[in-house]
């Protein structure tokens, strides 16, 4: 069976200090994360080797970054290169997210460099795909998240395909309230899987674990991981309490 994910991404939200009680909460909690699952914060830049330390000795759950530079090293104020996050002993990285690619720019091209430094490091891509509405509305959805995955994936080997993880976001039910139905995530979830078969064949097709990524809360997790397809969730704001993200890892399918 495929790893069940939970992935929590912060964004730029909360203080030092509310980031320490925030994880203190999550660290402290008694529930159980199965082998057959893992669970993924992606906190700020600043606040990974706080997270790295408070969650120390927590069975199958593990600190990702945000972002990375498609650049390896070199006069990039402000950015972050891949090998600067293994140094820390990072070992997972969100990539193209679609807040990414709106407000800076990154087109698949970019994001296809990210993806070559990230696998140079040894870390584990989740990488994120998505159509805006027009796109929903004019019923191209399918062809455009094909488009994404060809351009920025189908460069690599198998090999580093499976060592990698796809997020699925429909960006008009990012932060909106809005969620897909069961049914449009299993339908877009299926047929990114048919994409990466085509290219790759079904047995590598078949390891990668596709996560729905849109307005995921407690109240519809389970409902939405149940599908045969979807293999967890990338969460924003509802990461940001624990109570709330705590429902979401127990909505995961049974490793």
Same mark, same amino acid.
């Given at each position: 069976m495929r790893k069940q994910i939970a992935a929590a991404n912060w964004k730029?939200?909360?203080?030092?200090?509310?980031?320490?009680?925030?994880?203190?909460?999550?660290?402290?909690?008694?529930?159980?994360?199965?082998?057959?699952?893992?669970?993924?914060?992606?906190?700020?830049?600043? $606040?990974?080797?706080?997270?790295?330390?408070? /969650?120390?000795? #927590?069975? =199958?759950?593990?600190?990702? %970054?945000?972002?990375?530079?498609?650049?390896?090293?070199?006069?990039y104020t402000g950015e972050i290169s891949a090998e600067m996050l293994q140094s820390m002993d990072i070992k997972y990285v969100i990539l193209g997210h679609?807040?990414?690619?709106? $407000?800076?720019?990154?087109?698949?091209?970019? /994001?296809?460099? #990210?993806? =070559?430094?990230?696998?140079? %490091?040894?870390?584990?891509?989740?990488?994120?795909?998505?159509?805006?509405?027009?796109?929903r509305e004019s019923g191209k959805q399918n062809n455009y998240v094909e488009t994404q995955l060809k351009e920025s994936l189908f460069h690599l080997e198998e090999e580093q395909v499976k060592d990698m993880i796809i997020a699925y976001e429909p960006i008009w039910a990012i932060g909106t309230g809005k969620t897909a139905s069961s049914a449009e995530a299993q339908e877009m979830h299926a047929h990114i899987r048919s994409v990466i078969a085509a290219k790759y064949g079904n047995e590598t097709a078949a390891t990668i674990s596709i996560l729905y990524g849109g307005s995921v809360k407690g109240a519809n997790a389970l409902e939405i991981f149940s599908q045969p397809d979807v293999d967890g969730g990338l969460v924003g704001g509802a990461s940001l309490v624990a109570t709330e993200f705590n429902t979401i890892i127990k909505g995961l399918k049974k490793g």
């Open positions: 730029m939200n909360l203080t030092f200090q509310n980031a320490e009680v925030l994880l203190k909460e999550l660290s402290d909690t008694d529930q159980i994360i199965g082998s057959g699952q893992v669970v993924l914060l992606a906190v700020p830049f600043p $606040y990974l080797l706080l997270a790295k330390d408070k /969650l120390k000795g #927590k069975k =199958n759950i593990f600190v990702a %970054a945000q972002n990375c530079s498609e650049n390896k090293n070199g006069a679609s807040e990414r690619r709106q $407000y800076n720019a990154e087109n698949n091209q970019i /994001l296809a460099e #990210k993806i =070559n430094r990230v696998f140079e %490091a040894g870390l584990h891509p989740v990488f994120c795909c998505g159509e805006p509405l027009e796109i």
